[in-house]
C-alpha cells in the first residue's frame, strides 16, 4: 500500500512538473503567473487533441472553451454607449461615447479586429469588451470591433471578407456621419490574427479605386503576417513558449486554409512551399529583412521549393489577404502610418519586424516598439487573474500612440 502511495505521489509529482514547468526566460516578469497561465492552456491544447483523437469534438472545437470562458456580454454603462449591429451581413458591435445631446464634434474612429488564430476569440471576450472602452474614454473614439466568421468552418478567405465588407459599408460617409465620425481620423487595428487581418484591410482599401474615404493609421499587434517561412529565428527562438508554441501557431495557418491535414504537417517541416511561391520569397528574407541583432545564432535557409502545387493551396497562402508581407513595394508604398508592436519571446517577433522594415523601406511613417520582456498575446491579459504588468504597459503605450497620431 505504502509504496502505491509513493508510486502515486511520484507520479503526480512528475506530471505537475511536466505541466508547470515550461522553458520560461528570467527576462519575462511574473514567470509563476505566466506559466499556472499556460499550463491551462496546454492542459486545454491536450484535451482538445485527445478529443479530436477519440472523434469526440474536433481541436478547436475544444479549444473554442477559451473563448466562452472569456465570454461577456457588451452592455452600455454611464460611459459607453453599446450596441450590436449587422453591416452589410457582418455583425459588429459599436462602442460609443455617451454624450447626451452630442456635443456636435466629431470623433475619432478605430475598427478593431480580434485575435485567436482566425479560429478562436470574439468582440464578447472580457478582454476585447475592456479595450473598447477604454479606446473611447480615452480617445474620445467610436470603436466598432468586427465579429467575423472563423475557420474552420469558414476557411480563408471568408474571415478577411468579411472584416472587409464591415470596414467598407463604416467607411462610407453618411455611415460615419450617423456616428459623428472624423472621415479623416479612422484606423484599423489588430492583434495577433486580428493585425493580420488589419494590415490586410488597410492593402486592400488603397488598390481599391472605388474607395473614398481612406485610412489614417494602421496599429498592428503582436502580427501574424506570412506563410512562407515558418522556420525564421523567432520561430526557433520561441518554438515552445507560452501562450502560442509554433505548433499551434501552425494549426491555426493550417486550419485557416483548409481541413486537410497534411498540409499543417507540411508546414511544420517548412516543406509547404512550391514553384508558385519561389519568386515570393525574397519578401520573408530575414537574412536580409531582420537587423543582426535578431539573427541570433541562426543560419538563414531559403524553404524549400520544388515541385509545383497540385491542391492549389499555396495559391491562398501566397495571397497578400492571407500574408500581407508579400506585398510587392508598390502595395506598401501607399499605405497610412502605422505602430507595430512586437515581442521578444513570441513566434511571430520576426514577422512584424519584417513588416516594420519593408514598410519603412517604403518610405511609410512607422513606430515600432518591441517589448525585449514581451510574450505573445500579453496585451489581452489584462484582467484577473491573469493580469500582468507588461500587458498594461503596452496597452498605455499603444493607446497613447493612436492619441498622438490618430
Ligand atoms: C536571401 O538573401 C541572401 C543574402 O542576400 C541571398 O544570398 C539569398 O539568395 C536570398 N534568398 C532568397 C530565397 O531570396
Redesign the pocket.
Known sequence: MRSNGIFILLLLGALTAYYVYSPIPDEIEERWKLMVTDCFFRSLSHLADLSELLGLKDYMGVMMFITFVEGVVPVSDERVRVTEEVFDGVEVVVYEPDQQGGDGELRRAVVYLHGGGWCLGSSRMGPYDLLARQMVSELNAVVVSVEYRLAPEHHFPVPFEDVYRGVKHFLQRHVLARYSVDPGRIAVSGDSAGGNLAAAVAQQLEQDPDQQVALKAQALLYPVLQALDLNTPSYQQNQDMPILPKTLMVRFWSEYFTSDKSLFRAMMSNSHNSLESASL??FV?W??LLPESFHRPYK?S?PAAESSDPSHTIAAIIDTRASPLLAPDSMLRPLPKAYVLTCEYDVLRDDGVMYAMRLRRNGVDVTHEHYSAGFHGALMFTLWPTDFKIGHRMKDNYIRWLKQNL
Open positions: 520569397l525574397k528574407n537574412s536580409v538563414y531559403a
